[in-house]
């Protein structure tokens, strides 16, 4: 599992002298640092490695944190954003945070309240990244279902006994059987609790 010295953060800032402080503090603590002294630098420096973390200031010229986060949202960017914030900010940084940013930082900060930041955007992300790799799996095992093993499964997922899915479909209790059978075989569910977890988590509710 990553952690906080496989990662590299990203520092987006005009100022070069908080660049430089930033990089230094997040090289001290075995933290891999890269900055850009400008959004479009940063936007041009895709594709973006991962795991890791943005670091950007709120006011910036040409253009500022929240129109950045809007920018990579639009490219897909998929890693978390940590915006610094001056107290008159803070209103445009809540707005950021409703936009997708993990966090905001009031200047001037305690360097463990950055460091902390990050770890805990990064525990965050690495969340969000399993349970998108699970749902990716599941899509795959599920795009295997024959059309009537999905017209089963839909009857399981309402809670339907086999005998109303039987009657539903006019096929017999027996063959629904089979295709719940099936069903387990080709998805890897243990149990039906799983296995209507896996339908959920697909979005595959009731209709």
Not at 100 to 118: C, Q, T, W
């Amino acid at each position: 599992m990553p952690t906080m010295t496989d990662a590299l953060v990203h520092v987006v800032d005009d100022d070069e002298a908080i660049r430089d402080s930033l990089a230094f503090l997040l090289e001290s603590a075995g933290i891999r640092a890269r900055t850009y002294p400008d959004p479009t630098a940063f936007l041009d420096a895709e594709p973006w490695e991962a795991p890791g973390v943005l670091i950007t200031d709120v006011r910036m010229p040409q253009m500022n944190g929240l129109e950045l986060v809007h920018a990579l949202k639009a490219k897909g960017f998929a890693l978390p954003i940590l915006m610094i914030t001056g107290h008159g900010d803070v209103p445009l940084a809540v707005e950021a945070m409703k936009a997708g940013v993990a966090d905001f930082i009031e200047k001037p900060f305690d360097d463990e309240v950055l460091l902390s930041a990050i770890e805990g955007a990064l525990a965050r992300s690495r969340s969000d990244h399993s349970a998108d790799d699970e749902r990716a799996a599941l899509k795959v095992r599920f795009e295997a279902l024959s059309p009537r093993e999905r017209d089963v499964l839909s009857g399981v997922v309402a809670g339907k006994a086999n005998k109303v899915i039987a009657y539903d479909l006019g096929i017999s209790p027996r063959t629904v059987e089979v295709y719940r059978a099936g069903l387990m075989s080709k998805t890897g569910a243990a149990s039906l609790s799983e296995l209507v977890r896996m339908a959920l988590t697909l979005g595959m509710g009731p209709p």
